[in-house]
Nanobody
Framework: VQLQASGGGSVQAGGSLRLSCAAS????????MGWFRQAPGKLREFVAH???????????DSVKDRFTISRDNAENAVNTVYLQMNSLKPDDTAVYYC?????????????????????WGQGTQVTVSS
């Protein structure tokens, strides 16, 4: 399974960006997917998670009032997820990674654990200037 993230870029504080992540390869079935981010000198941080059917979402405490996660319902894009980021702040500057749980399961806050995700995309840079 390969994950391709896109949509990063540079924006001023208060602006918006939408990240996309598409899974390809062995894509039989729907995967729970998530977004993480890592700023220079900091640990990787959970951003958002969405269940395999989109019925459950979870957002990190620092973004929950500003970001939303969703997934595509089209039959040919069942493992494409989006991260809508609004009211961006300089503290949101980081490389954003999408990840998928292909094997296994997570529930509740357990889905915030990066070790639950077996597949990762290459990352996309988000830079927010003040």
């Amino acid at each position: 399974v390969q994950l391709q993230a896109s949509g990063g870029g540079s924006v001023q504080a208060g602006g918006s960006l939408r990240l996309s992540c598409a899974a390809s390869g062995r894509t039989g079935g729907r995967y729970a997917m998530g977004w993480f981010r890592q700023a220079p000198g900091k640990l990787r941080e959970f951003v958002a998670h969405i269940s395999w059917n989109g019925g459950t979402t979870d957002l990190g405490d620092s973004v929950k009032d500003r970001f939303t996660i969703s997934r595509d319902n089209a039959e040919n894009a069942v493992n494409t997820v989006y991260l809508q980021m609004n009211s961006l702040k300089p503290d949101d500057t980081a490389v954003y990674y999408c990840a998928a749980i292909v094997w296994g399961y997570c529930s509740g806050h357990g889905c915030r654990d990066p070790n639950k995700y077996g597949y990762w995309g290459q990352g996309t840079q988000v830079t927010v200037s003040s």
